[in-house]
Structure formats: C-alpha cells, structure tokens
C-alpha cells in the first residue's frame, strides 16, 4: 500500500490535487476541502498521508496534509454507507477538532451540513463512531472529564463505554484508573 505521497503540486483543482514524486510520475490524490486549502502553491513540495482504495472497476489515491485526518478518513469510511467520496466531504465541512466533537456529542445538524450527508446519516455517523473516537481521545492522554460527554460511573450506562466505567467502578477502581483502562 502506498502510505505517503511525496512531490512537487503541478496542479489543483477541485476535489485534488497533482504530486509529481521526484521518480517523474505524477500521482493524482482526491482530497478534502481542508487539505487542498493548506496545500502551497503549484511548484512548491509537499508531503500527504495516503490512503488507496481499490474497487473492481477503479484505483483511487486519497491524500491528507495530517496523518490524523487520514485516520478519521479511515473510520468515517468504516461506517455503514459512507463511502469515500462523502467521507471527504464530511472532513471538509468543518475542521478537524470541531468534527471530532459533533461526532462525540451526537449533534446531527452540524454533521449534516456536509453535502450528501443526510440527518439519518449523521446520526449514524455519531452512534458507529462516537465510542471509538472516545476510546481514542481516552488513549491519547485526554482525561474524562475533557471530554464533551462524561464517562462517569456514576451516570446511567447508556453506551459501552458508560457500562465499561460503571463495571470498573463496582469492582474499586477509581474514576480515573477506569478511564485509564
């Protein structure tokens, strides 16, 4: 698999960008709104995160200024009728952080301003992804309560990570050792 792109921008245009890679060829990578607004100008160099997908009748390059964009590509496409070309669209309706909290937090308007992304979609968004990017914020250092919603084993388990933290809790694990674990 092709991880990262690196080259001179011949060209943007909506949707993508041209990397010409110093061995002479040029790889055209679909990206995100965001993506292709940090890009420099045509000349310049440049490095994106890559992600190849592979269909039957296509192969097609997605490029990512950040490496955790990619990642949140990567699971927004995991989510049941979100394909790449949405997905994109999504990344590119808001930044990063802003999308990460209308996920966590469930807020389907903000999601759905997304083009092709409707309520029922944004909501699905939320439910499929919203423990995942928990567990990660949770791995990546960030304590529970900075989260915009509290895994507290005192609060009602509505979701797995609730029940995950009450079940700890019970067993004499302090709130923070069970976000921890």
């Known amino acids: ?28 990578l679909m990206c995100s709104m965001n993506t292709l607004s940090a890009l420099p100008p045509s000349g310049e160099k440049c490095r994106l995160h ?12 997605y490029g ?14 995991s989510v049941s009728g979100i ?4 997905a994109l669209f999504v990344l590119g309706s808001m930044p990063l952080s ?6 966590l937090t469930g ?23 919203r423990d995942k990017l928990a567990q990660d914020a949770l791995a990546d ?14 609060a009602p388990a509505t979701d797995a990570l609730g029940e995950a933290m009450q079940a700890l809790k019970t067993l004499g694990y302090t709130t923070q050792e069970a976000a921890n674990a």
């Open 50 to 61: 890559a992600h190849m997908n592979v269909r039957e009748d296509a192969m097609e390059l």
């Open 98 to 103: 802003d999308l990460r909290l209308a996920i």
């Open 83 to 86: 394909g790449p070309k949405s």
């Open 1 to 28: 698999m092709i991880a990262i792109i690196e080259g001179s921008v011949v060209e943007k245009s909506e949707g993508e960008v041209v990397l010409m890679t110093q061995s002479g060829v040029g790889y055209r």
């Open 107 to 129: 807020d389907a308007a903000a999601l759905s301003r997304a083009p092709g992304i409707g309520k029922k979609t944004a909501q699905r968004i939320s439910l499929e992804l």
């Open 141 to 154: 250092g960030i304590a529970p309560s900075e989260l915009p919603f509290s895994p507290d084993a005192d």
């Open 64 to 77: 990512f200024l950040h490496k955790d964009e990619r990642d949140l590509f990567r699971r927004l496409i």
